[in-house]
């Protein structure tokens, strides 16, 4: 292909959906590397640890018992960034002194969740078969549909039977507020600080719309505005589909792709083939697509580099309140960040020049997506 | 203070240097942390390491051999990310195609440099003096002015005497394009990607501006155009000295504050307390200045928690060759991103939330301040 030649300079790439630049030096991979060696993940943990504050039946920090559940598990985070009730604060009147001008804050209320994946404690979503992916699916399509802004569009699609409340969705209630947007996400692994290996998620859920999902709407609409009503990411699936370079596995509805601006060594974004506004916008044959697609992309990150490859993981979707073109313009995708770059213990640190100057990366998404092509099939550990 | 209320809620602040917002959950901090530790910082280095390819007369990984430099020694990086040739990439043109329009990428020259900050491996800028200091900031000047556009209003500044090459800045030819911008930064520790402990800092150069610099020039210019001329960073400067509530440590020309909107636990900014675009805007005494508040932060960062305490540090400052609106609206500043939060082993992750939502702090920069104030005094080191 034309572009084979990025393959040998250094050159930048432009993120539409950020609006951003990146700095690409694929020939840096070749320095030897004498620094931070990351610790190989434990593999042998027990099926159920009676001190995980997550495991089926324990004891959590504030004293409430877990119920036995046998699927996905979701409670509110003991320790929530955000909360439902705090003191009043009444953000300044910019009236334009220096203070007003230079020191603003505003209040944010919210709620956090945690969602258990499995009641396994040694399992993680690369263990999981698609089968056993769909509850996850379906639970944060739950939490989603029940904080959903009545005059959103997307409320209508709501009442579907797989969205009915679980025995285990008890701290879903309804919200007191109606919030702005829900951050779904996983930390997996230490090195991505996460302090429990038992596989959850989390799911943040707060009065502001938060700056990473903002600035896609942003862009999202901008694009949509001057394409005629056409989606950039459902523009973007099409053409990965079609050019097949940085395609990491695709189905009938989704697409996942080691996108032209990604960041992080093997990062992989999940897109929707469809034009679809949030999980709750899925119809059952999409689900399992995703599911499907959650399934190969984690696998084929573990067989990489034959271990627990760490990773950030997100969704990003329509807010659960906004303007009808906001809500029109969203689409549904997730993005993974992964931090490994060369073996199971070396990784890519985005440090001094990525923070104070523009993200910039070694391999190019051309040979990250190949290499994860190349791992599919079993997964690593049942082999040996 | 009013503010006192914001110890105790979540809320978020802003950032007009980026024009971006950050949540603070102060309350976090009571959360136990069974994560990841790092490792204790190694503190029995040798003066010399004959297997350091930065120490005086070691060879390095491409075949040079170092000089016996006795003070800062400077050279090219052995594995540049950027180079001053490569082969002729034409970006496509925008012909309203897919491929044109989400697949964007430009070809990027450079020329990378590493800076030794003094001959002994076993020091940092935590252990040098104000003095010994001073030389590293005199030669980050002469590499500056080096590169900068025979154009820009700051080249009458360069011919000072203390501008001129010295014997071991032989690397620092005058390139052979003009670039746009120089990033100096330094990465201190292996928790932040430094894979050599011998003191030194890069300095990348690039054709294009950075992300992060152009981000803070366009609300730079934005905030003086807005002010009748007023400089952003100037305002906040004495805004801080005059409330003191966020500052670390001042004198005469340059303030260190954990700014109202720092993201990372300890985050420090110095700002130089006069309008002054770049490092050759400097004199004498203000030079002076900025070694002694470089001492006083990266000395008390040590004392903390008693540690090599990492981080990533950089310079912002005027773009080598811009408009002059550009260049007037810099203001030199120096950011310090050190990731320890708790004790010498604990550290912030900035990983799900922050990666896909919004970054997210746990004490306030009022809380950080404090205690980096209480911690001046001798490195504890030295007390031992
Ligand atoms: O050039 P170094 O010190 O080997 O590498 C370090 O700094 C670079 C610039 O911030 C980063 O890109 C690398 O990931 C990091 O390990
Ligand atoms: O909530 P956890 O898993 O304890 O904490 C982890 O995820 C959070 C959200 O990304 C981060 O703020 C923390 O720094 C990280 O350690």
Redesign the pocket.
């Known amino acids: 292909p034309e572009e084979k030649i990025l393959d040998d300079i250094s050159h930048r790439r432009y993120n539409p959906l950020r609006g951003s630049w990146l700095l690409v030096s694929p020939h840096r991979t070749k320095r030897p590397w004498q620094g931070q060696q990351e610790a190989p993940s434990k593999t042998t943990l027990p099926e159920y640890d009676p001190s995980c504050y997550l495991c089926p039946g324990n004891k959590r920090a504030q004293g409430d018992t877990n119920p036995k559940y046998e699927s996905t598990f979701v409670f509110v ?1 003991d ?1 929530s ?1 955000v909360k439902e009730e705090q003191a009043e604060y009444a953000a300044h009147d910019q009236d334009g002194t220096l203070s007003t001008r230079l020191l603003r804050a505003e209040a944010v209320t919210g709620k956090c969740y945690v969602l258990a994946f499995t009641p396994s404690h040694n399992l993680t979503l690369a263990d999981l078969s698609p089968a056993q992916i769909l509850p996850i699916i379906t639970a944060w399509t739950r939490i989603y549909t029940a904080h959903l802004s009545p005059h959103s569009p997307l409320a209508a699609l709501a009442s579907s039977t797989t969205l009915q409340p679980s025995s285990h969705d008890a701290d879903v209630a309804t919200p007191n507020a109606q919030y702005k947007y829900m951050q779904i ?1 996983e ?1 997996k692994g230490a090195a ?5 290996p038992h596989p959850h998620g ?1 799911i ?1 859920t707060t009065t502001g719309m938060p700056e990473e999902p903002g600035i896609e709407l942003h862009n999202l609409q901008k694009y949509r505005r001057e394409q005629g009503g056409a989606n950039l990411l459902e523009d973007y699936a099409a053409l990965e589909s079609d050019k097949k370079e940085r395609t990491v596995f695709e189905n009938a509805t989704f697409i996942a792709v080691c996108p032209w601006w990604g960041i992080w060594p093997f990062e992989v974004m999940v897109i929707c083939k469809k034009h679809k506004l949030s999980l709750v916008d899925l119809d059952d044959a999409e689900r399992e697509g995703l599911a499907e697609v959650l399934a190969e992309v984690t696998r084929r990150y573990d067989n990489l580099f034959e271990t627990q490859f760490p990773y ?1 993981m997100g969704l990003h979707q329509a807010p659960l309140e906004g303007t009808k073109e906001e809500i029109e313009a969203s689409h549904l995708h997730i993005h993974f960040y992964p931090p490994l770059l060369r073996s199971a213990t070396v990784r890519k640190f985005l440090v001094g020049y990525e923070l104070m100057a523009e993200p910039q990366r070694d391999i190019t998404p051309e040979q990250a997506a190949a290499r994860l092509r190349d791992c599919g099939g079993e997964l690593y550990r049942r082999k040996l």
């Open positions: 985070n320790y960034a996400f930390n991505m600080g996460c302090s429990n989390q943040w950030s």
